[in-house]
């Protein structure tokens, strides 16, 4: 059984007890967040697709951990102009772990 979900405008796919990194939570570890923006379920050879959503299902994740990216390095060049700019940015990341997935 899966479900790919849309969560803070991107799309996972959730299985059980499956690990998913998503931009950073404000929320305490091992905390427990319901996500009812269901796009799609399959569970044994049956598909259930929303329009946009599949009504009453849901996916139970919990809080694992928050951790920042690798660097990522913007270097800006223009010849002849001396005009050379470097700019850093590591972005943050929560991982959730598939506790179950709901369908009504």
Do not use: C, N
Request: hydrophobic share 35%.
């Amino acid at each position: 059984m899966y479900a790919l979900v849309e969560y803070k405008g991107k799309q996972y796919k959730a299985e059980k007890d499956a690990l998913i990194q998503v931009d950073k939570i404000d929320a305490e570890k091992g905390s427990t967040i319901d996500i009812d923006t269901v796009l799609l379920v399959s569970s044994d050879g049956s598909v259930s697709v929303g329009a946009p959503y599949v009504k009453g299902a849901k996916v139970r994740v919990v809080v694992e951990d928050s951790f920042k990216d690798g660097k990522v390095i913007v270097y800006k060049y223009k010849s002849k102009k001396d005009y050379h700019r470097t700019i850093g940015h590591r972005q943050q990341y929560t991982t959730v772990r598939v506790q179950e997935i709901v369908v009504a």
